[in-house]
């Protein structure tokens, strides 16, 4: 098959072509790998803080809480110090994307990837072998640094290799090895919690994904635009013939050539994000990130087995019922794979909005009328509690889950595109920080009230994006300023003049709409 042909596009059609080939396949699906680490951390931090001999080893207080005979069952597991085991690895992920961008820019997007799995490698060896929370804190400090590089370098990566026709299904893959490390890291839980000692188990198998991705980077290439980018022009050709399967590239290299010429002509572009022009991708990739935390998504699956003992489940069955949640996961993520190219990222994210509202807010109703300070949720409520959390995994992992990382990818040039992709997963690893870190503190003290807090913020987003987002399906990277910014109702008016910096009154400019 040598074209393709999409309706409404003809511009397009006839310029660039490219295949599905195979070597583009096993080039994602290795680089995707990456996010195999990212999901098995989550998944497998709420598990082991639910085992009793990693808890008797690192948080005592915690374990004499949790086996109080009386309790307050929202306040158990409210632990600073326990939270900190969470979300050390994000702070430590906020600060090391930045520096993750320098050296996509610099030495590019697979050098970045192979430091990210050494540093995870690292990390996994600290964790596996801890013995004190000390040694235990710096081992998931090590973990965020590569997760920082991971998920500042492979969401790029996949991007930028893709056919723009495909580039929503191939970005995804990302999301899914997210959602499958979930899935793993709970069933590992699951058997580990059996046997003595066995969180070593769930820590140590960390660095199986990490050694895939290691070995496997070493069989890809490096994407055409990042060596066009740093000058390497034949070898950026020869690149980009082999991942598009075709010789007839000239009109797409040609476009690259040119936004290399002008991404050449910025020396600083964490300084030209702040430009006026760059001010929409800013918002834009900024928002998404803030509000991706906010929907509480980490929260359940940070906290899962936590929280449905919370409720009165057993270690056991709260740890079964994460890994439903899991499977759930990962089905409706591979949903948004298929779908996101044809139906658009703007309608997967308002068709999320309106389950997970409701969804959470059923989640609230029902523990605000069946619990009370002590009193577990009886077994029908529980089931209710479990389903309508399904029911919300479900619509974020088909829309805000991968979206959130697709979206902020393709939306900016080349000239600012590794800077203000560090800009927002920066701002994502800081708001997962913040909800790592607050979360059982506010269970505990907001109760059921939790529920309806995130449901709020979930409406807010729904109008956010209804409103501010544009549509970027089917259009290609280097295009996306003229064909999107350009023509959007609000931001085309930061798009005439690049000489002047955003201030202030621009935010609130844009907000106040």
Same mark, same amino acid.
């Given at each position: 098959?040598?074209?393709?042909?999409?309706?409404?596009?003809?511009d397009?059609?006839?310029?660039?072509? /490219?295949?599905?080939?195979?070597?583009?396949?096993?080039?994602?699906?290795?680089?995707?790998?990456?996010g195999?680490?990212?999901?098995?951390?989550i998944?497998?931090?709420?598990?082991?803080?639910?085992?009793?001999?990693?808890?008797?080893?690192?948080?005592?207080l +915690?374990?004499?809480?949790?086996?109080?005979?009386?309790?307050?069952?929202?306040?158990?597991?409210?632990n600073?110090?326990l939270?900190?085991?969470?979300?050390?690895?994000?702070?430590?992920?906020?600060?090391?994307c930045?520096?993750?961008?320098?050296?996509?820019?610099?030495?590019?997007?697979?050098i970045?990837?192979?430091?990210?799995?050494?540093?995870?490698?690292?990390?996994?060896?600290?964790?596996?072998?801890?013995?004190?929370?000390?040694?235990?804190?710096?081992?998931?400090i090590?973990?965020?640094?590569?997760?920082?590089?991971?998920?500042?370098?492979?969401?790029?990566?996949? $991007?930028?290799?893709?056919?723009?026709?495909?580039?929503?299904?191939?970005?995804?893959?990302?999301?899914?090895?997210?959602?499958?490390?979930?899935?793993?890291?709970?069933?590992?839980?699951?058997?580990? $919690?059996?046997?003595?000692?066995?969180?070593?188990?769930?820590?140590?198998l960390?660095?199986?994904?990490?050694?895939?991705?290691?070995?496997?980077?070493?069989?890809?290439?490096?994407?055409?635009?990042?060596?066009?980018?740093?000058?390497?022009?034949a070898?950026g !050709?020869?690149?980009?013939?082999?991942?598009?399967?075709?010789?007839?590239?000239?009109?797409?290299?040609?476009?690259?050539?040119?936004?290399?010429?002008?991404?050449?002509? +910025?020396?600083?572009?964490?300084?030209?994000?702040?430009?006026?022009?760059s001010?929409?991708?800013?918002?834009?990739?900024?928002?998404?990130?803030?509000?991706q935390?906010f929907?509480?998504?980490?929260?359940?699956?940070?906290?899962?087995? +936590?929280?449905?003992?919370?409720?009165?489940?057993?270690?056991?069955?709260?740890?079964?019922?994460?890994?439903?949640?899991?499977?759930?996961?990962?089905?409706?993520?591979?949903?948004?794979?298929?779908?996101?190219?044809?139906v658009?990222?703007?309608?997967?994210?308002?068709?999320?909005?309106?389950?997970?509202?409701l969804?959470?807010?059923?989640?609230?109703?029902?523990?605000?009328?069946?619990?009370?300070?002590?009193?577990?949720?009886?077994?029908?409520?529980?089931?209710?509690?479990?389903?309508?959390?399904?029911?919300f995994?479900?619509?974020?992992?088909? $829309?805000? /889950?991968? !979206?959130?990382?697709l979206i902020?990818?393709?939306?900016?040039?080349?000239?600012?595109?590794?800077?203000?992709?560090?800009?927002?997963?920066? $701002?994502?690893?800081?708001?997962?920080?913040?909800?790592?870190?607050?979360?059982?503190?506010?269970?505990?003290?907001?109760?059921?009230?939790?529920?309806?807090?995130?449901?709020?913020?979930?409406?807010?987003?729904?109008?956010? +994006?209804?409103?501010?987002?544009?549509?970027?399906?089917?259009?290609?990277?280097?295009?996306?300023v003229?064909?999107?910014?350009?023509?959007?109702?609000?931001?085309?008016?930061?798009?005439?003049?690049?000489?002047?910096?955003?201030?202030?009154?621009?935010?609130?400019?844009?907000?106040?709409?």
């Open positions: 098959m040598g074209g393709f042909v999409i309706t409404g596009l003809p397009i059609q006839t310029k660039f072509e /490219g295949k599905v080939t195979f070597y583009l396949v096993v080039c994602a699906l290795i680089a995707a790998t990456g195999l680490m990212f999901g098995y951390d998944g497998i931090s709420g598990g082991v803080t639910s085992m009793d001999d990693f808890l008797l080893k690192f948080f005592p +915690v374990y004499e809480k949790k086996k109080r005979a009386k309790e307050d069952l929202f306040c158990k597991y409210d600073h110090k939270q900190l085991f969470t979300s050390s690895l994000y702070l430590a992920a906020l600060v090391s930045l520096f993750a961008s320098k050296m996509c820019r610099g030495f590019g997007r697979k970045t990837i192979q430091v990210s799995s050494i540093f995870f490698f690292m990390g996994v060896i600290l964790n596996l072998g801890a013995d004190n929370l000390r040694m235990l804190i710096a081992g998931r090590l973990l965020g640094v590569g997760i920082g590089f991971a998920n500042q370098a492979i969401p790029l990566f996949l $991007s930028e290799i893709a056919p723009f026709h495909v580039r929503g299904a191939l970005n995804i893959l990302f999301q899914l090895n997210i959602t499958i490390g979930i899935l793993i890291a709970n069933i590992i839980n699951y058997y580990a $919690s059996k046997i003595p000692n066995g969180w070593r188990l769930s820590l140590g960390a660095g199986v994904p990490a050694l895939i991705l290691c070995v496997g980077s070493f069989l890809i290439s490096e994407t055409p635009t990042s060596l066009i980018e740093r000058g390497r022009h070898e !050709l020869e690149a980009l013939k082999r991942v598009r399967g075709t010789h007839n590239v000239e009109a797409e290299f040609k476009e690259m050539l040119h936004a290399s010429e002008t991404a050449r002509q +910025v020396e600083r572009p964490f300084m030209s994000i702040f430009q006026r022009t001010f929409p991708q800013l918002v834009i990739g900024a928002s998404l990130q803030f509000f935390q929907t509480g998504i980490n929260a359940i699956m940070f906290y899962a087995p +936590v929280l449905f003992e919370t409720l009165g489940f057993k270690n056991n069955v709260s740890l079964l019922s994460a890994v439903t949640i899991g499977i759930v996961n990962v089905l409706a993520t591979i949903v948004s794979l298929l779908t996101v190219d044809k658009g990222r703007k309608l997967l994210l308002l068709e999320g909005c309106l389950q997970m509202f969804s959470m807010a059923a989640i609230g109703a029902v523990l605000m009328t069946n619990t009370g300070q002590n009193q577990a949720l009886d077994p029908d409520s529980a089931k209710g509690v479990v389903i309508f959390t399904a029911l995994v479900t619509g974020f992992a088909w $829309s805000w /889950g991968p !979206l959130g990382w902020p990818s393709e939306i900016f040039p080349l000239e600012t595109r590794t800077a203000g992709y560090a800009v927002a997963v920066s $701002s994502n690893m800081l708001f997962t920080f913040v909800i790592a870190q607050l979360y059982l503190s506010m269970l505990c003290r907001m109760r059921a009230g939790v529920f309806f807090f995130f449901s709020m913020w979930i409406a807010v987003m729904g109008v956010f +994006v209804a409103v501010f987002l544009p549509e970027t399906k089917n259009i290609p990277l280097d295009e996306m003229t064909r999107v910014w350009k023509k959007h109702w609000y931001w085309k008016r930061y798009m005439d003049d690049g000489t002047r910096s955003f201030k202030a009154t621009d935010i609130l400019d844009a907000y106040s709409y």
